[in-house]
Nanobody
Framework: QVQLVESGGGLVQPGGSLRLSCAASGSIFSIYVMGWYRQAPGKQRELVATITSGDSTKYADSVKGRFTISRDNVKNTVFLQMNSLKPEDPAVYYC?????????WGQGTQVAVSS
């Protein structure tokens, strides 16, 4: 089993920045990719960014150039640096970890953008 705990959400003005963190614990040796997803009210959950154990990254077109995913292998933590936040970015942001056999989700952290 893998446990994921997200933090760092909050309220920010348009154009502002937030940094989300996802701390992983448990059977993390089995994890080969971690990512951030988001779900806005009334919408499906969508991929934001992923990072593999080899540090390959992938981003949704809507966040390219604004968001950066990274990882700290010592702290078993994945980060999502979000810059230039837009009114369309608010959602609950979820961390996901995948092994060959299972997917694990965190509880989510709320991001709001408002002036």
């Amino acid at each position: 089993q893998v446990q994921l705990v997200e933090s760092g959400g909050g309220l920010v003005q348009p154009g502002g920045s937030l940094r989300l963190s996802c701390a992983a614990s448990g059977s993390i040796f089995s994890i080969y990719v971690m990512g951030w997803y988001r779900q806005a009210p009334g919408k499906q959950r969508e991929l934001v960014a992923t990072i593999t154990s080899g540090d390959s990254t992938k981003y949704a077109d809507s966040v390219k150039g604004r968001f950066t995913i990274s990882r700290d292998n010592v702290k078993n933590t994945v980060f999502l640096q979000m810059n230039s936040l837009k009114p369309e970015d608010p959602a609950v942001y979820y961390c996901k970890a995948s092994s060959a056999y299972s997917h694990y989700w965190g509880q989510g952290t709320q991001v709001a953008v408002s002036s």
